[in-house]
């Protein structure tokens, strides 16, 4: 009798151990630590320089949840684009279970290679969004166009397509961030105002296929990502 009440109790306790939530991670564009708006002037109050953003939008990819160390869970089919002209994109969301315990999100900025080599695909990956180069180059992770009144070009525009997948130009970018504390809701915010700060738009400011430059400028984005408190 003790074992069949045993028994019934665990056939009750199933739903509940297979409950489920809504995670969910809003991106959080800023310029000079304001919300990034498309086609707005920003001025810099410090070099008193004028930064104008006409584009933005990347790929999210293989996001994974930690305790520690150790993975707790993996997104199946894990491909987001994330397209600041798109209000709706900014907000990811994956259902996980109500009891998983984690303490660090990951996930990669771009496609990987193996993605890449299995040529154009569809939902988040249709070349239609204007993210695919061709084959032989795979997908662009990241796009930023837009204005710097010291950039010296013509109009003072810049332009940043970023991505390659294969050696020497693998151009994805991994991103782990601990977590200020256990929820449902999280805010991922990355400054563009601080990127273009800390590169020479002198040197670079036209980057259209697979390079180093592409490489280099992926891993200063992939670093100035992180979750607000």
């Given at each position: 009798?003790r074992?069949?009440?045993?028994?019934i109790?665990?056939?009750m306790?199933?739903?509940?151990?297979?409950?489920?939530?809504?995670?969910?991670?809003s991106f959080?564009?800023l310029v000079?630590?304001k919300?990034?708006v498309l086609?707005t002037?920003n001025?810099d109050?410090?070099?008193?320089?004028?930064?104008?953003?006409?584009?933005?939008?990347?790929y999210v990819?293989?996001i994974?949840l930690l305790?520690d160390d150790?993975?707790?869970?993996r997104e199946?089919?894990?491909y987001?684009?994330?397209?600041l002209a798109?209000?709706?994109?900014?907000?990811?969301r994956?259902a996980v279970?109500e009891?998983l315990?984690?303490?660090?999100i990951?996930?990669?900025?771009g496609i990987?290679?193996?993605?890449?080599?299995?040529g154009?695909?569809?939902?988040?990956?249709?070349?239609?969004?204007g993210?695919y180069?061709?084959w032989?180059?795979g997908?662009i992770n990241?796009?930023?166009?837009?204005?710097?009144n010291?950039?010296?070009?013509?109009?003072h525009?810049?332009?940043?397509?970023?991505?390659g997948y294969?050696?020497p130009f693998?151009?994805i970018?991994?991103?782990?961030?601990?977590?200020?504390m256990?929820?449902?809701?999280?805010?991922?915010?990355?400054?563009?105002?601080?990127?273009?700060?800390q590169?020479s738009l002198?040197k670079n400011?036209?980057i259209?296929?697979p390079s180093?430059?592409?490489?280099?400028?992926?891993?200063?984005?992939?670093d100035?990502?992180y979750f607000?408190?």
């Amino acid at each position: 009798m003790r074992t069949f009440c045993l028994f019934i109790l665990y056939c009750m306790s199933i739903p509940y151990l297979n409950a489920q939530q809504n995670v969910r991670i809003s991106f959080l564009p800023l310029v000079h630590s304001k919300p990034l708006v498309l086609g707005t002037i920003n001025m810099d109050s410090l070099s008193h320089d004028s930064v104008r953003i006409d584009a933005f939008r990347f790929y999210v990819s293989n996001i994974v949840l930690l305790q520690d160390d150790s993975v707790v869970f993996r997104e199946n089919t894990s491909y987001h684009l994330v397209d600041l002209a798109d209000t709706n994109s900014l907000h990811l969301r994956f259902a996980v279970n109500e009891q998983l315990v984690y303490n660090t999100i990951q996930f990669q900025l771009g496609i990987d290679s193996l993605t890449n080599e299995s040529g154009a695909l569809g939902g988040a990956l249709d070349p239609t969004r204007g993210m695919y180069w061709a084959w032989q180059s795979g997908y662009i992770n990241l796009k930023l166009e837009g204005y710097r009144n010291s950039c010296p070009t013509r109009n003072h525009l810049f332009e940043f397509h970023l991505g390659g997948y294969r050696y020497p130009f693998n151009a994805i970018q991994p991103v782990s961030r601990k977590l200020p504390m256990q929820t449902n809701t999280y805010t991922c915010a990355i400054d563009i105002g601080t990127f273009l700060d800390q590169i020479s738009l002198a040197k670079n400011n036209h980057i259209m296929s697979p390079s180093h430059a592409a490489v280099n400028l992926s891993q200063q984005l992939a670093d100035l990502f992180y979750f607000l408190p």
